[in-house]
């Protein structure tokens, strides 16, 4: 079966609150592992593209990671680098 992608809710509405439209703002996060300012940025950055208003694509239910599994955010890693973690 082939189902949209799940996104961050949080990283989401972040885009969407500062004005991106959510087809433009499900494709950055997408192109950019789910991280809200990279995806920002990758949008106004790329706002220009006609892909931007292609559809998601859709993937197999199967490919979805189970909420019992560990998934790292991407954004949850660059706060961790700011505090003066290393990977």
């Known amino acids: 079966t082939l189902v949209e992608p799940e996104f961050n809710k949080e990283a989401l509405n972040y885009l969407l609150e500062l004005g ?5 703002a499900k494709h950055a996060l997408l192109k950019n592992n789910q991280n809200p300012e990279i995806s920002l940025n990758w949008y ?4 220009g593209e006609p892909s931007l208003l292609d559809p998601i694509p859709k993937i197999s239910s199967s490919t ?3 909420k019992d599994n560990f998934e790292a955010c991407g954004h949850l890693i660059s706060q961790m680098l700011e505090f ?3 990977t």
């Open 20 to 24: 991106v439209p959510e087809l433009g």
């Open 44 to 47: 106004f950055n790329n706002a």
């Open 64 to 66: 979805i990671k189970k």
């Open 84 to 86: 003066g973690f290393t």
